[in-house]
C-alpha cells in the first residue's frame, strides 16, 4: 500500500513539473544579430586655420563586435560660404584594418576689397590599409583620387577657371608607447614619419611630394611634473609643391591674432597673394605652435619647429584626494619655449657665408627688382629663425579645454610686443 501512495504522488509531482514547463517554456540560446548602433554625437566649435570659426558635427556608429566602424561629419564655417563634408566606413575583423574616406573641402576666398574673390574645392576619396607590427607600432599606406578646383567669382585679373584632377599616395610610418593619465597629461613617447605624393592625373609634369617627420616625447620629472618637447620638420617639393605657414597656434579663438603680415604681398595668406591663381592652398600646412607669432610669420617649401613645455598642473600635485570642481583639478600651468623657421631654398644659417649657392634662400636672398628692367640680388645676413618664450594657463571651462598663452617673440635677436593667444583644445 506504501508504494502505491508513493507513485502516485511522484506521478502528480511529475505533471506538476510538466504543466510548469509548458507555462515558462525556456528558449535557445538564439543568434546573435550583428546590429549598428549609433555611439556618439559630437557639436562643437572648431577654428580653422584658413577659413576661420564654425561648427562642426560628427556622428558615428559601430557593431556589436566592433568590426565595423561609421563616422559622417559636417563642418560649416560661420561665414555661410565655407565648409566641409566628410565620411568613412572602416573595416577592423582582420590583423590589417581598412578604411575608405570621402571629402569635400570648399573655401571661399573673399576681402575688404569686393573686386576679388575665389573659390577652391577640393574633393578627395582615400583607401587606407594599415598593419601594426607591434603594439605601439603600425604603417600605412593610403592611395588617393582627388580633384582640386578653381573657380572665378569676381576678380579684375583673367585667370580662368581650372579642375584638376589628382592620383595620390601616402605613407606613414606611426609608433606611439604613451600612457593618458589625464587631460594634457602623457608619459612616452610619439613619432610619426608621412610622405605623400599628388600628380595631375595621367600628366607627370604637374605633381608635388611632401615629407615630415614628427617627434614628441613626455618626459615625466616628479609626480605629475612633465617635460614635454615636440620636433617637427618638413620639405615640399615638386613644380606645384605647396606652402609651409609658420607661426601661431591651432585653434585660435582671439580673431586678431589669426590676421597674417597683409603689407607681404607674397604671402600665401595675404590677399595680394590670392589675386592669382594659387590652386595648392587646399594643400598647405600649417606648422604650429609658434607663441609670440601670428600665422604667416614665415613660409617656404621647407620648415623646421622644436616646442618646449614644463607642464605644471597644480592642484593635482599638492593635493591627491578628491575635487569636486573641474576647473581646479585639471588647472595646468606652464612654461614654454618655441623656435622655429621656414623658407624656400638652401638651409638658411646665420654665419658670415663663404659658399655662394648657400645664402639662396628666401629669408637671405631678395630680388627687388626682378628683371624691371634689371636684375638685383640683395644678401642679408638676417637671423633666419623666429623663436618666443612665455608661460600659460590651462583648463576646462564650460566643457572646453581652453588655453591662454602669453608670449614674447623674438625676430632677428628683436624681441617684439607681448602676444596674448587664446585656444581651444588640447596641446602636441
Not at 557593431?63 to 566602424?69: K, L, Q, T
Request: proline share 5%.
Amino acid at each position: 500500500y506504501g508504494s502505491k501512495t508513493i507513485e502516485k504522488k511522484s506521478k502528480k509531482k511529475a505533471k506538476a513539473i510538466l504543466s510548469l514547463e509548458e507555462e515558462y517554456k525556456i528558449t535557445g540560446p538564439n543568434d546573435k544579430i550583428n546590429m549598428l548602433r549609433l555611439n556618439k554625437l559630437i557639436t562643437s566649435l572648431t577654428f580653422d586655420n584658413l577659413r576661420g570659426s564654425g561648427t562642426l558635427i560628427e556622428t558615428g556608429g559601430v557593431d556589436r563586435f566592433g568590426n565595423h566602424n561609421f563616422k559622417a561629419g559636417f563642418l560649416g564655417i560661420f561665414d555661410l560660404n565655407s565648409g566641409s563634408i566628410y565620411g568613412e566606413y572602416s573595416l577592423l575583423k582582420f590583423r590589417t584594418d581598412f578604411k575608405i574616406r570621402y571629402e569635400k573641402n570648399r573655401y571661399f576666398a573673399f576681402y575688404s576689397n569686393p573686386n576679388y574673390a575665389h573659390i577652391y574645392d577640393l574633393n578627395k576619396l582615400e583607401l587606407t590599409a594599415s598593419y601594426p607590427l607591434s603594439n605601439s607600432m603600425r604603417f600605412e599606406i593610403t592611395p588617393s583620387f582627388a580633384n582640386n578646383s578653381f573657380e572665378v567669382v569676381r576678380s579684375p585679373s583673367s585667370i580662368d577657371d581650372r579642375s584638376l584632377p589628382l592620383t595620390g599616395l601616402r605613407t606613414n610610418w606611426v609608433f606611439d608607447n604613451t600612457f593618458n593619465y589625464g587631460p594634457n597629461l602623457l608619459k612616452g613617447t610619439r613619432m610619426n614619419v608621412f610622405w605623400e605624393t599628388y600628380q595631375k592625373t595621367g600628366d607627370f609634369s604637374n605633381h608635388f611630394s611632401r615629407f615630415n617627420i614628427d617627434i614628441r616625447n613626455y618626459q615625466p620629472i616628479h609626480n605629475e611634473l612633465i617635460w614635454a618637447t615636440r620636433l617637427s620638420c618638413g620639405h615640399s617639393m615638386g613644380n606645384s609643391a605647396p606652402y609651409v605657414v609658420l607661426g601661431g597656434l591651432d585653434n585660435f579663438v582671439n580673431f586678431g591674432n589669426r590676421s597674417p603680415n597683409s603689407s607681404d604681398a607674397n604671402s600665401p595668406l595675404s590677399p595680394p597673394g590670392l589675386k592669382n591663381d594659387n590652386k595648392n592652398i587646399m594643400f598647405m600646412h600649417f606648422a604650429t605652435n609658434l607663441r609670440g607669432f601670428n600665422y604667416g610669420a614665415m613660409y617656404g617649401k621647407s620648415y623646421f619647429l622644436l616646442n618646449n613645455e614644463l607642464r605644471f598642473p597644480l592642484v593635482k600635485y599638492f593635493y591627491k584626494g578628491t575635487v569636486s570642481s573641474n576647473f581646479l583639478r585639471n588647472l595646468m600651468v606652464l612654461g614654454f619655449f618655441d623656435i622655429g623657421s621656414a623658407w624656400t631654398g638652401n638651409f638658411p644659417v646665420y654665419i658670415p657665408i663663404i659658399n655662394e649657392e648657400a645664402k639662396r634662400n628666401t629669408i637671405n636672398t631678395t630680388y627687388p627688382l626682378n628683371g624691371n628692367p634689371f636684375t638685383a640680388e640683395i644678401v642679408n645676413y638676417e637671423a633666419p629663425y623666429l623663436y618666443s618664450y612665455g608661460f600659460g594657463i590651462r583648463s576646462y571651462i564650460l566643457g572646453f579645454y581652453a588655453k591662454l598663452d602669453i608670449g614674447w617673440g623674438v625676430k632677428d635677436f628683436v624681441s617684439q610686443p607681448v602676444n596674448y593667444a587664446i585656444s581651444l583644445g588640447y596641446d602636441f
